[in-house]
């Protein structure tokens, strides 16, 4: 497989800026709503038996699971039912922004990232529609889940061939944007290795020395323009 995300501004109705605002919100609160399930598990977790807090203190029962992606996802399905709010965005949409919730979690345990924080009103971006519809991307328009087709400036045509994966809606100082992931069903050859093996060590006496036992001389162009600058203002005529 291989994959690209093409970018193109969108030129949205003043009813579809109010919609793709409203939805933004709604997806920072159910980010926000899940990240604080998964702090008050952690906290509760943290106390000591012997040393519990005067003031306060996560009671949590033993046998409540870690929230994960998956459990969330259940508990923000049956909510739904019952919140109007959360039915004026696709549910998939909404689903996007646990699994955010998750890659930041993973970033956290996997590559030193800090604890997730929660967002504060105005800062959340872009929300995505993992699946579109068949045909969705037509004459300059794009047909979104709930919303509709949506014109855009198309700055490029879309290639033959390519399926749209996933579309990620954008909201920027300059407007909305649409990054679509397209996606072809080639292979890519691997560029098998050929030749020798080098290390290379860069230095400061000589450019670089090859493990083989060449040395590249440092050029130093510092020391060249500034003999050079030298020159030149030597033949600067002095002012009266």
């Known amino acids: 497989m291989f994959s690209l995300t093409y ?19 709604q997806c920072r609160r159910v980010y926000n709503y899940a990240l604080a399930e998964r702090k008050d598990w952690f906290k509760s977790r943290s106390c000591q038996i012997n040393a519990c807090s005067l003031q306060s203190e996560y009671i949590i029962p033993a046998q409540t699971k870690r929230p994960t992606y998956a459990s969330q996802c259940q508990t923000l399905t049956a909510y739904r039912k019952t919140s109007g709010n959360l039915q ?30 929660f967002k504060k009103s105005g800062t959340m971006r872009s929300f995505v529609f993992p699946q579109v519809g068949i045909d969705a991307v037509r004459d300059g328009a794009i047909k979104l889940p709930l919303i509709g087709w949506i014109k855009f400036r198309q700055s490029r045509s879309i290639p033959d061939g390519a ?12 407007g909305w944007f649409a990054m679509l992931t397209l996606q072809w069903d080639v292979s890519v050859p691997d560029v098998m290795p050929h030749g020798e093996a080098l290390g290379v060590d860069v230095g400061i006496s000589h450019l670089a020395a090859v493990s083989n036992g060449k040395l590249f001389p440092n050029p130093r162009p510092f020391e060249k323009l500034e003999r050079k600058l030298r020159l030149l203002q030597q033949r600067v005529p002095l002012k009266s």
Do not use: C, N
């Open 7 to 25: 970018e193109y501004k969108l030129k949205p109705t003043s009813a579809q800026v109010a919609r793709f605002e409203d939805w933004l919100e």
């Open 163 to 174: 399926k749209l994966k996933q579309v990620r809606i954008v909201r920027r100082a300059s």
């Open 88 to 117: 004026r965005v696709q549910s998939q949409v909404l689903q996007q922004a646990l699994r955010r919730l998750e890659q930041a979690f993973v970033s956290m345990w996997e590559q030193g990232h800090g604890f997730p924080r």
